[in-house]
């Protein structure tokens, strides 16, 4: 079994065609590497072979390379990494120069990529080395470089190259944002250079008619000028200086890859190209080696994709969604109604009105056509879309629904009385899903007739966009209902963890501390640019202020006060209740009233903090340094998470991360709060909650797991790691 295969034909065409066994999709690994490797030697010793084409025996040429394989290689230590990374530049290149003379760049062999489809990370790379790019003309095909999503940047010449080719200033977004394009696109920018219909033939005649000249590629050539200017031009200065300011401004200098993938093409761009593949591989492997690499690339590559897969889907028989009924037509019930008619699921949507109903269903419709205007989807496709949502005030429209999605109003009672409602008309085995946000499952399961039958699937807003699902086991819920519940989320493309019923679950147990220490900050007279700063720098996507901004202040005052209820003496917020009661009095209730924390235009648009939070709790003469902020915010985060994991909500720690970054956006550059507690080591993070629970308060005392793998040396990928699940 090879990934490569070789067919020589009679005119003298080699095609290597890249299929590898038992996957729908081609990734590359070193075995992989190395038997394209010999092809090639194969190919270019041999007299008969005139040309080469290189291609695919799958719809798409290839996803990148194996992160597994990374990850593995990463193991050997930085040597390894670096030895590995060249020998990839060396087959690179070697295609690159095909058999030419060094000294006459006469006498190669042409090289072409055929890409049927989507051409990903080396996918890429590797016809960035060929001399001519074909692409089928695929509207869903995706030719990019993503690798700056999971913590890394092109290392197998593609920064190099892509520079090379377009210059700094083009290549930026597709390096830096990871920006994907579609072929006619990729072709317009200049990353590829032909879309035709049929790739593989127009390569076979490009090669069979390839002249010498058309085998050098213009680095390669005398009198070499980068596009756009090279440092120490002028035009190339501006670039750079520009392009150093927007990356520290968007990734608060916390994301190594961006830093370094920046200096590997500014220090790249003032040496030959060979040297500067040296400098590339070498700034590849110093973010390799780096610990937020491997969480990056653990936690938002191979565990989302093994969560996605169904890692903790109990072993029951298919549960795939046909049919399903959501109660509530509001913002929450029309997203999910979206999502599921998208994912082709025939969707029933109930409200209390026809005319609440329909504007649910109009939500869909508004979405469609956003699509239709970037060009994503036809009008045919919406109609179809639309015609699988039946919007309705109709409990009967039920019958024949295999699951339901509740999303009526935060009400226990309403709640009781629409399960009721629906389980009167859906079939027996059907499973019954609330969207709760706040309500223990196993308390609304009391509603049901079905308890083994009732789950939590808690969605997160706006629907359409936040790819996070937290499924929410109920005390009684059985092994069928999570199962559907995975099954329903992997058809609507979505990432699931699966995690007990507890107060808030797993995502708002840990960011309502967050927002609750920064408006605790606020009362105490710390300055509110400071706290927002702290947040950002260390990879926040929101700071707190601005994050409870967006949820809204109201929403805040009534969480507030239905935990309070609940927990009576024991509730510890009071000093931040005192801030945010003072902010609604105001009718300051956040982005939408157009007034919260930050002062808004009458667009919308945020500006400034609010002046007025100077006047209302006066600064301190004293304030903290930014890291005791910032682990103020960080660890009251990390601890919540450890405590649910100690206490069983969570199972997996793998979740629990995934969970974190997908859900509330915990620094994405740690991989999540466990890989972050990981990088800190748990005996250095027990000394600074000890530290901040003295200065600050009980909430931040280490919990008895903390402390214990602290004693033990031990750490949490270490102890509860890979497959294995929690004890
Ligand atoms: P919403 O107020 O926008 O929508 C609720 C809808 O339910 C309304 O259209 C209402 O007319 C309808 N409804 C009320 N009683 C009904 C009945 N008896 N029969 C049929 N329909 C009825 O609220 P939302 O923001 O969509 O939230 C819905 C649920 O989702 C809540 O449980 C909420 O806690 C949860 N949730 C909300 C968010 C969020 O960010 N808004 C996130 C996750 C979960």
Redesign the pocket.
Same mark, same amino acid.
């Given at each position: 079994m090879t990934d490569f295969t070789m067919q020589r034909d009679a005119e003298g065409v080699a095609t290597i065609t890249w299929d590898v066994p038992g996957k729908s999709m081609n990734v590359l690994s070193l075995d992989g590497a190395a038997e394209l490797d010999g092809l090639l030697d194969d190919a270019l010793a041999d007299p008969a072979v005139k040309a080469i084409v290189i291609t695919s025996g799958k719809a798409d040429f290839a996803a990148g390379m194996d992160l597994n394989v990374l990850a593995r290689m990463k193991e050997g230590g930085a040597q390894a990494v670096l030895d590995g990374v060249m020998s990839l530049h060396r087959l690179l290149r070697k295609i690159e120069r095909a058999g030419m003379d060094p000294r006459t760049l006469k006498g190669g062999k042409p090289i072409a990529a055929a890409l049927p489809g989507t051409a990903l990370g080396i996918g890429l790379e590797l016809p960035l080395a060929c001399h001519r790019i074909f692409a089928a003309d695929n509207p869903k095909a995706r030719i990019g470089l993503p690798e700056i999503m999971v913590g890394i940047f092109p290392g197998a010449g593609g920064t190099t190259r892509l520079v090379r080719k377009m210059g700094a200033m083009a290549a930026a977004p597709l390096l830096l944002e990871g920006k994907l394009n579609e072929p006619a696109k990729a072709k317009a920018a200049g990353v590829i250079d032909e879309v035709v219909a049929d790739p593989l033939a127009a390569a076979r005649e490009w090669v069979l008619q390839a002249s010498d000249a058309d085998l050098v590629k213009p680095w390669d050539a005398r009198g070499y000028k980068m596009p756009g200017g090279a440092p120490y031009h002028p035009a190339g200065f501006m670039t750079f200086v520009g392009a150093s300011a927007m990356v520290m401004g968007r990734t608060m200098g916390v994301y190594p890859a961006a830093r370094a993938l920046l200096s590997a093409v500014y220090e790249g761009a003032q040496v030959d190209f060979d040297t500067a593949l040296r400098i590339e591989a070498r700034w590849f492997t110093n973010v390799l080696m780096n610990p937020s690499s491997g969480n990056m690339i653990r936690s938002l590559f191979i565990s989302k994709e093994a969560l996605e897969k169904g890692a903790n889907r109990p072993d029951v028989p298919d549960e795939k969604v046909r049919k399903v009924g959501i109660?509530? %037509? /509001?913002?929450? /019930? !029309?997203g999910i109604a979206h999502v599921s008619a998208q994912a082709g699921i025939e969707v029933v949507l109930?409200?209390? =009105?026809q005319e %609440?109903a329909d504007r649910?269903k109009a939500h869909s419709a508004g979405l469609l056509d956003k699509g239709i205007a970037r060009r994503k989807l036809t009008e045919e496709k919406k109609a179809e879309v639309l015609a699988r949502i039946h919007a309705t005030t109709d409990y009967a429209a039920l019958e024949g629904c295999d699951l339901i999605v509740e !999303?009526?109003?935060?009400d226990p009672g309403?709640?009781a009385?629409?399960t009721a409602r629906a389980e009167a008309v859906i079939p027996a085995e059907a499973i019954f899903a609330?969207? =709760?946000? =706040?309500?223990p499952i196993s308390d609304l399961a009391r509603a049901s007739a079905r308890p083994g039958q009732f789950i939590g699937i808690?969605?997160?807003?706006p629907v359409d966009r936040m790819n996070l699902v937290e499924i929410i086991r109920g005390k009684q819920t059985g092994e069928r209902a999570v199962a559907k519940a995975l099954d329903f989320v992997r058809q609507i493309r979505k990432t699931p963890i699966v995690v007990n019923d507890a107060r808030f679950f797993y995502a708002n147990r840990c960011i309502i501390p967050y927002i609750n220490e920064g408006i605790r900050m606020v009362g105490e007279g710390v300055n509110p640019t400071l706290i927002e700063n702290a947040a950002k720098m260390m990879g926040m996507p929101l700071g707190p202020l601005q994050l409870v901004d967006e949820?809204s202040i109201d929403l805040a005052v009534k969480i507030a006060k239905a935990t309070r209820a609940a927990m009576g003496d024991a509730y510890p917020d009071t000093a931040v209740d005192a801030v945010i009661f003072g902010l609604a009095d105001q009718g300051r209730m956040g982005r939408k009233a157009k007034a919260g924390f930050y002062d808004y235009d009458e667009a919308g648009k945020r500006g400034a903090l609010w002046s007025g939070i100077g006047q209302q709790w006066p600064r301190a003469d004293d304030q903290p340094e930014l890291t005791e902020v910032q682990h103020r915010l960080m660890f009251v985060q990390a601890l919540e998470a450890v405590r649910a994991l100690e206490q069983g909500v969570l199972t997996d720690i793998r979740e629990g991360d995934v969970g974190a970054i997908l859900g509330w956006g915990f620094a994405p550059w740690t991989g999540g709060p466990f890989g972050w507690l990981d990088m800190l080591g748990a005996e250095q993070a027990v000394r600074i909650a000890e530290g901040l629970a003295a200065r600050h308060g009980e909430r931040f005392a280490p919990p008895a797991l903390l402390r214990q793998m602290a004693d033990r040396g031990d750490s949490f990928y270490g102890r509860f790691g890979g497959a294995q699940k929690a004890a």
């Open positions: 109660l509530g %037509a /509001g913002m929450m /019930g !029309a109930i409200d209390a =009105t %609440a649910g !999303a009526v109003f935060e309403v709640k009385e629409v609330t969207n =709760t946000s =706040t309500l808690h969605f997160f807003s949820t």
